[in-house]
Protein backbone atom coordinates (compact mmCIF):
# COMPACT_ATOMS: atom_id res chain seq x y z
CA UNK A 1 0.00 0.00 0.00
CA UNK A 2 3.08 2.29 0.82
CA UNK A 3 4.04 1.49 -2.74
CA UNK A 4 0.93 2.14 -3.91
CA UNK A 5 0.75 5.82 -2.16
CA UNK A 6 4.29 6.68 -3.33
CA UNK A 7 3.60 5.77 -6.97
CA UNK A 8 0.74 8.18 -6.73
CA UNK A 9 2.39 11.45 -4.87
CA UNK A 10 5.14 10.87 -7.67
CA UNK A 11 3.24 11.02 -10.73
CA UNK A 12 0.98 13.98 -9.18
CA UNK A 13 4.55 15.57 -8.82
CA UNK A 14 5.44 15.03 -12.21
CA UNK A 15 2.67 15.70 -13.91
CA UNK A 16 2.36 19.04 -12.24
CA UNK A 17 6.02 19.79 -13.68
CA UNK A 18 5.26 18.67 -17.29
CA UNK A 19 2.17 20.40 -17.37
CA UNK A 20 2.37 23.58 -15.63
CA UNK A 21 5.58 24.17 -17.76
CA UNK A 22 5.68 28.01 -18.60
CA UNK A 23 4.60 27.80 -22.42
CA UNK A 24 4.79 30.94 -25.39
CA UNK A 25 1.09 32.10 -25.04
CA UNK A 26 -0.88 34.91 -26.80
CA UNK A 27 -3.94 36.38 -25.38
CA UNK A 28 -6.46 38.84 -25.89
CA UNK A 29 -8.76 41.09 -23.48
CA UNK A 30 -11.29 41.80 -26.64
CA UNK A 31 -11.37 38.78 -28.09
CA UNK A 32 -13.28 35.60 -26.54
CA UNK A 33 -13.93 32.74 -29.26
CA UNK A 34 -15.09 35.53 -31.76
CA UNK A 35 -14.56 39.22 -33.46
CA UNK A 36 -17.54 41.76 -33.07
CA UNK A 37 -18.90 44.89 -34.94
CA UNK A 38 -15.71 46.79 -33.30
CA UNK A 39 -12.85 44.65 -34.99
CA UNK A 40 -15.18 44.20 -38.67
CA UNK A 41 -13.76 46.22 -41.41
CA UNK A 42 -14.85 49.51 -42.61
CA UNK A 43 -14.97 48.85 -46.05
CA UNK A 44 -16.14 46.16 -48.62
CA UNK A 45 -19.64 46.52 -47.69
CA UNK A 46 -18.78 46.14 -43.97
CA UNK A 47 -19.40 48.51 -41.57
CA UNK A 48 -17.95 47.73 -38.29
CA UNK A 49 -15.55 50.14 -36.68
CA UNK A 50 -12.06 48.67 -37.73
CA UNK A 51 -10.46 48.42 -34.48
CA UNK A 52 -7.66 45.72 -33.92
CA UNK A 53 -7.86 43.90 -30.68
CA UNK A 54 -5.74 44.25 -27.79
CA UNK A 55 -2.68 41.59 -27.64
CA UNK A 56 -0.36 40.53 -25.12
CA UNK A 57 2.02 37.43 -24.70
CA UNK A 58 4.34 35.74 -22.09
CA UNK A 59 7.19 33.45 -21.82
CA UNK A 60 9.02 34.12 -24.82
CA UNK A 61 11.44 31.85 -25.40
CA UNK A 62 15.44 32.95 -24.51
CA UNK A 63 17.03 34.01 -27.57
CA UNK A 64 13.85 36.06 -28.60
CA UNK A 65 14.94 39.28 -30.43
CA UNK A 66 11.89 40.98 -31.50
CA UNK A 67 8.30 40.08 -32.17
CA UNK A 68 5.69 39.89 -35.31
CA UNK A 69 2.02 39.52 -35.19
CA UNK A 70 -0.24 38.02 -37.85
CA UNK A 71 -3.68 38.01 -38.41
CA UNK A 72 -4.97 35.65 -41.62
CA UNK A 73 -8.06 34.15 -42.50
CA UNK A 74 -8.13 30.84 -44.15
CA UNK A 75 -11.74 30.59 -45.14
CA UNK A 76 -11.83 33.68 -47.11
CA UNK A 77 -12.95 32.11 -50.93
CA UNK A 78 -9.80 33.06 -52.48
CA UNK A 79 -7.95 29.99 -52.79
CA UNK A 80 -5.01 31.40 -50.88
CA UNK A 81 -6.76 32.61 -47.80
CA UNK A 82 -7.12 36.59 -46.64
CA UNK A 83 -3.79 38.29 -44.96
CA UNK A 84 -5.53 40.86 -42.44
CA UNK A 85 -3.13 42.31 -40.40
CA UNK A 86 0.71 41.41 -40.59
CA UNK A 87 3.07 43.32 -37.71
CA UNK A 88 6.97 42.88 -37.60
CA UNK A 89 10.24 44.64 -36.04
CA UNK A 90 8.57 44.40 -32.61
CA UNK A 91 10.71 45.18 -29.92
CA UNK A 92 11.49 42.02 -28.34
CA UNK A 93 10.69 44.01 -24.62
CA UNK A 94 7.18 44.32 -25.74
CA UNK A 95 4.49 41.93 -24.68
CA UNK A 96 1.58 43.83 -25.53
CA UNK A 97 -0.13 45.79 -28.56
CA UNK A 98 -3.38 47.88 -26.93
CA UNK A 99 -6.81 48.01 -28.52
CA UNK A 100 -6.65 49.54 -32.08
CA UNK A 101 -3.11 49.56 -32.15
CA UNK A 102 -3.37 48.39 -36.19
CA UNK A 103 -3.98 51.67 -36.86
CA UNK A 104 -1.00 53.61 -37.95
CA UNK A 105 -2.66 57.08 -38.10
CA UNK A 106 -2.84 56.58 -34.15
CA UNK A 107 0.82 55.93 -33.35
CA UNK A 108 0.03 53.41 -30.79
CA UNK A 109 1.96 50.49 -31.94
CA UNK A 110 5.47 49.98 -30.14
CA UNK A 111 8.12 52.43 -31.52
CA UNK A 112 9.55 51.19 -34.68
CA UNK A 113 7.42 48.55 -35.10
CA UNK A 114 6.67 47.88 -39.12
CA UNK A 115 2.46 47.29 -39.98
CA UNK A 116 3.04 46.28 -44.08
CA UNK A 117 -0.02 45.68 -46.59
CA UNK A 118 -2.37 43.43 -46.00
CA UNK A 119 -5.01 41.95 -48.42
CA UNK A 120 -6.94 45.03 -48.23
CA UNK A 121 -4.30 46.76 -49.81
CA UNK A 122 -3.87 48.53 -46.71
CA UNK A 123 -1.02 49.24 -44.10
CA UNK A 124 -2.31 48.45 -40.75
CA UNK A 125 -5.24 46.16 -39.06
CA UNK A 126 -8.24 45.40 -41.95
CA UNK A 127 -10.48 43.72 -39.88
CA UNK A 128 -12.88 40.62 -41.14
CA UNK A 129 -15.26 41.18 -43.51
CA UNK A 130 -16.24 37.49 -44.86
CA UNK A 131 -18.99 37.63 -47.87
CA UNK A 132 -22.63 37.54 -46.21
CA UNK A 133 -24.02 34.13 -46.29
CA UNK A 134 -20.27 32.50 -46.33
CA UNK A 135 -20.49 31.16 -42.93
CA UNK A 136 -18.09 31.26 -39.97
CA UNK A 137 -14.49 32.08 -40.78
CA UNK A 138 -12.06 31.85 -38.13
CA UNK A 139 -9.42 34.07 -37.68
CA UNK A 140 -5.95 33.10 -36.86
CA UNK A 141 -3.50 35.66 -35.05
CA UNK A 142 -0.37 34.43 -34.36
CA UNK A 143 2.58 36.38 -32.56
CA UNK A 144 6.16 35.22 -33.67
CA UNK A 145 9.32 35.30 -31.53
CA UNK A 146 11.99 35.56 -34.07
CA UNK A 147 16.10 35.16 -33.94
CA UNK A 148 16.53 38.41 -35.37
CA UNK A 149 15.72 41.81 -34.22
CA UNK A 150 14.63 43.43 -38.27
CA UNK A 151 13.51 41.36 -40.71
CA UNK A 152 14.92 44.20 -43.06
CA UNK A 153 11.28 44.88 -44.95
CA UNK A 154 9.77 47.88 -45.35
CA UNK A 155 5.76 48.71 -45.03
CA UNK A 156 5.34 48.00 -48.23
CA UNK A 157 5.74 44.67 -48.54
CA UNK A 158 3.30 41.67 -49.45
CA UNK A 159 2.05 39.60 -46.91
CA UNK A 160 3.42 36.28 -48.91
CA UNK A 161 7.50 37.73 -48.34
CA UNK A 162 6.43 38.81 -45.00
CA UNK A 163 5.30 35.38 -44.05
CA UNK A 164 8.73 33.53 -46.14
CA UNK A 165 10.49 35.70 -43.86
CA UNK A 166 8.89 34.73 -40.87
CA UNK A 167 9.16 31.17 -41.17
CA UNK A 168 13.02 31.79 -42.07
CA UNK A 169 13.55 33.45 -38.34
CA UNK A 170 10.82 32.00 -36.14
CA UNK A 171 12.33 30.42 -32.97
CA UNK A 172 8.26 29.70 -31.72
CA UNK A 173 4.29 31.02 -32.32
CA UNK A 174 1.38 30.84 -30.22
CA UNK A 175 -1.81 31.77 -31.72
CA UNK A 176 -5.58 32.31 -30.53
CA UNK A 177 -8.70 31.62 -32.88
CA UNK A 178 -11.65 34.20 -33.44
CA UNK A 179 -14.67 33.75 -35.49
CA UNK A 180 -16.97 35.83 -37.35
CA UNK A 181 -19.56 35.64 -40.18
CA UNK A 182 -21.97 38.14 -41.58
Same mark, same amino acid.
Given at each position: ??? @??? !??? &?????????? @??????????????? +??????????? #? +???? /?????? =??????? +?????????? *???? $????? =???????????????? +????? *?? &???????? !? /????? %????????? #? *?????????????????? $????? &???????????????? /??????? !??? %? %???
Amino acid at each position: MKN @SNL !ILV &LSLFISTIVF @SQNTFTLTSNDLGGS +TTKTQEFNGFG #C +TGDN /QSPQLS =WKNAPKG +TKSFAITMYD *PDAP $TRSGF =WHWVVFDIPSNVTELV +TNAGN *PK &LNLAPKGA !I /QSLTD %YGIKGFGGP #C *PPKGHGLHQYIITVYALK $TDKLG &LNDTINPAVVGFNLWN /QTIAKAS !IVA %Y %YKR
